[in-house]
């Protein structure tokens, strides 16, 4: 197995063209968190966003052959999950969540220490509504940008976009965030 | 807080343990093009979920407890099941003796 640990994701794509499917087991097991992760925050729900990840590997699995290397592997990853991602969100049209508004009357009612307001679940269900609020372009930019650790290169490859447009709307995802938690930052 | 610092406070949440199982299912349904039933006698007799009671069993006793799954759920008879063995991350398609 140490063979497959080793192995660049580039190396492991050839094997499984070759037909080793230890090879794409193993490029599963590396991206299965990172990808449903990403899927999840950008459709708000857990169960489905596990789906997804399924067909995106399905999908993987299906058309890897098409693979030519022009794009980092990563990159070409999450580009067909966030395709199915945004297809979802086309049928279903809004993200999954409960009113932000009332998250944060929770919040503020509480009374809560800043130590204990961070470390609270409702806080972190509040950044994620409030990320999910967020347009699905904008959302897809900042989540790939902070969560994934995205270069802007790299976002404007999956968003098939300039990197300037994808600057502008991480700058405009922070904006708004920064109103929507102005209660609790700086 | 910086606003960078409280975006991280959403930890990534860990993926379902058997995420890989599943699709390798679905992957095995579409390639032998066959019905989930006969899947899912491979996974219910250990193969796929790696029981280790299961795995240390002679293979003539998976073989008949997938076939006795097989029928159970199909209500008829089977000639062949595929299983996929998590250990050597084979398909093998077994038939009735």
């Given at each position: 197995m140490d063979k497959y640990r080793l192995a660049s994701d580039d190396e492991l794509v050839r094997c499984f063209v070759n037909s080793?499917?230890?090879?794409?087991e193993t490029i599963v097991l590396k991206y299965q968190k990172?990808?449903?992760?990403?899927i999840y925050r950008i459709i708000?729900?857990?169960?489905e966003a596990e789906d997804i990840a399924q067909e995106a590997f399905m999908k993987l699995y299906c058309s890897a052959y098409t693979y030519e290397g022009h794009s980092s592997f990563t990159t070409w990853l999450f580009k067909i999950a966030s395709n199915l991602s945004c297809d979802r969100l086309r049928v279903r049209s809004h993200w999954d969540c409960v009113p932000i508004d009332a998250i944060r009357d929770g919040l503020q009612g509480k009374l809560l220490s800043?130590?204990?307001l961070v470390e609270s679940s409702e806080l972190t269900q509040f950044i994620e509504t409030a990320i999910g609020r967020l347009a699905i372009q904008q959302r897809q930019a900042l989540v790939l940008r902070e969560y994934c650790g995205f270069s802007y290169t790299e976002i404007a490859e999956v968003a098939d976009c300039s990197v300037t447009a994808i600057k502008s709307r991480i700058h405009k995802a922070?904006?708004?965030?920064?109103?929507?938690l102005s209660f609790i930052l700086d | 807080m910086k606003l960078?610092?409280?975006?991280?406070?959403?930890k990534d949440r860990e993926a379902p343990p058997d995420f890989a199982q599943k699709l390798m299912v679905r992957i095995l349904q579409q390639e032998h093009e066959i019905t989930t039933t006969q899947v899912v006698a491979g996974v219910q007799v250990g193969w796929i979920m790696g029981v280790a009671s299961i795995l240390s069993s002679p293979a003539s006793a998976k073989t008949k407890m997938a076939f006795t799954y097989a029928d159970h759920i199909n209500s008829g008879t089977h000639l062949e099941v595929v299983c996929y063995n998590a250990n050597t991350s084979e398909y093998s398609k077994i038939s009735r003796k």
């Open positions: 080793d499917i230890k090879a794409f990172p990808i449903i992760n990403f708000g729900n857990f169960q800043p130590q204990e922070k904006q708004k965030l920064r109103k929507e | 960078s610092q409280l975006i991280k406070l959403s």
